[in-house]
Nanobody, 120 residues
Framework: QVQLVESGGGLVQPGGSLRLSCAASGFTFSTNAMSWYRQAPGKERELVAVISSDGDSTTYADPVKGRFTISRDNAKSTVYLQMNSLKPDDTAVYYC?????????????WGQGTQVTVSS
């Protein structure tokens, strides 16, 4: 059973930092790319960052480049999102995403989400 469990969200002032974590289980974490998405109220879910299975390659959405860093610890089956210089526009529910093989095809899995609120 695939599980993705996010943690680390909360309320932070503009300019502050948060570190999100996503603990994965039920699949071979070290052979799968991992992603973070976010969804703000009234908006569609959007990709924030992606990290390759070995952690050597990362991709970021333009709004977060230079402020957010995605990383992973394959020994702990955990992916992280370090968020610095947070802005009110970063307020959203943040989701962890994986698409591992289940049998002969890949399936989409999402965590339950963690709320990030940036406000003074």
């Amino acid at each position: 059973q695939v599980q993705l469990v996010e943690s680390g969200g909360g309320l932070v002032q503009p300019g502050g930092s948060l570190r999100l974590s996503c603990a994965a289980s039920g699949f071979t974490f070290s052979t799968n790319a991992m992603s973070w998405y976010r969804q703000a109220p009234g908006k569609e879910r959007e990709l924030v960052a992606v990290i390759s299975s070995d952690g050597d390659s990362t991709t970021y959405a333009d709004p977060v480049k230079g402020r957010f860093t995605i990383s992973r610890d394959n020994a702990k089956s955990t992916v992280y999102l370090q968020m610095n210089s947070l802005k009110p526009d970063d307020t959203a529910v943040y989701y962890c995403y994986a698409r591992p093989y289940r049998g002969f095809s890949r399936r989409d899995y999402w965590g339950q989400g963690t709320q990030v609120t940036v406000s003074s």
